[in-house]
């Protein structure tokens, strides 16, 4: 057991995060995302994207020296259509690097990025397009 570690954050999850370098990105994928088998693929079967996102990044640090460090699909084309979830994942970012935006992306961009991330986190996510993309930051040194 460890202590103040969500107890979401998997053996495996945990080791890709510790893992991951400056600037790589981690996909969390609804259960219907298809997944290329070359990916790095973690399971949280039965666990919400939301919930998902919000254990990662209670230990992970968001990047915020770009433009654009979270991304989200665009639903049936419209890029400002809003769902539900896509407000969730907007809080969840916002409360973890506040300022930091929710870019939407084509689903096809989506598909790339995620298959191109460190790892995938397939999630028991039922909801239409319920995946984001995260990329890590750094924790900078005491001032």
Known sequence: MLKNINPLLSPDLLHALRSMGHR????????NFPCDPKSRVIR??????????????SVMPLEVEEPATAWRMIADSKPDKILPIFEEFT??????APGTALTAIEPSEFKDRASN???????????????????????PPDA
């Open 91 to 96: 809080s969840i970012v916002g409360q973890n």
């Open 24 to 31: 790589q990105d981690l996909a969390i994928v609804d259960a």
């Open 44 to 57: 949280l079967d039965g666990i919400s994207a939301t919930d998902a996102l919000s254990a990662v990044l």
């Open 117 to 139: 991330s460190y790892a995938v986190v397939i999630t028991g996510e039922r909801r239409l397009y319920g995946g984001v993309i995260v990329r890590k930051g750094v924790i």
